[in-house]
């Protein structure tokens, strides 16, 4: 297994339009999380899936942000309608079932929204 | 509520020792320690759990005060490849929320 990968690694999108990210975790990984960081900033949680079930989601969320994990394996991250300020570094993260363990990130998908 | 680390930024030579601090104004059940260099993922450091019990794989060693609700992080005689930025993350369900980051420059 080579990590948690993410696609695409770039992507430039114009206001208004809609993107969806992808996330592969590692194949023996329940849990799934997905993050946002700007510049100069921490990661920010966004929400968690235990194998199918989103478990959690940010109240910082807006609606037009939506995330699926329809088999327990990889995740997909939709944004709808995107804004200026939506514009990140969106990263995933997996690990096993247990919260309190090493999580892997992958190395992200970049947004720009022009 | 987000975790306060500081310093926010120190510059070391190769050799030298830095003490990075995470804390919080609510209970902490664990802190998670990251590191990210620059244009890619944050990399796994060490977990601290509530009760003593550690969980990590590099030569790094932290500390965890319950009472206090904080945590530091050691890095001693320090290595070029020790620059990045530090993240601490608290959280107790997997979920993790990350300070603002202590970004660390090792010169030779």
């Known amino acids: 297994d080579t990590g948690v990968s993410q696609d695409p690694r770039h992507k430039i999108t114009k206001r208004g339009q809609n993107v969806t990210f992808r996330c592969d975790p590692i194949s023996e990984h329940n849990r799934l999380y997905w993050y946002r960081q700007t510049l100069g900033q921490g990661p920010e949680f966004l929400t968690y899936f235990q194998n199918e079930a989103q478990l959690e989601k940010s109240r910082l969320l807006s609606d037009r942000f939506s995330a699926e994990r329809p088999k327990g394996s990889f995740s997909t991250l939709e944004i709808q309608r995107t804004e200026q300020g939506d514009s990140a570094m969106y990263l995933c993260?997996?690990?096993?079932?247990?919260?309190?363990?090493?999580?892997?990130f992958g190395q992200g998908t970049r947004l720009t929204v022009v | 509520q987000q975790p306060v680390q500081s310093p926010q930024a120190v510059i070391l030579r190769e050799g030298e020792d830095a003490v990075i601090n995470c804390s919080s104004s609510?209970?902490?059940?664990?802190v998670h320690w990251y590191r990210q260099k620059h244009g890619e993922a944050p990399v796994f450091l060490m977990i601290?759990?509530?009760?003593?019990e550690q969980k990590g794989h590099e030569k790094i060693s932290a500390s965890f005060n319950e009472k206090k609700q904080q945590s530091s992080l050691y890095l001693t005689a320090s290595q070029l490849s020790y620059s990045g930025t530090y993240f601490c993350?608290?959280?107790?369900?997997?979920?993790?929320?990350f300070g603002q980051g202590t970004t660390l420059q090792v010169k030779p």
């Open positions: 601290l759990l509530k009760g003593g």
């Open positions: 993350g608290t959280g107790n369900t997997g979920k993790l929320i």
């Open positions: 993260a997996s690990s096993l079932e247990d919260g309190n363990t090493e999580a892997f």
């Open positions: 609510k209970a902490l059940y664990s």
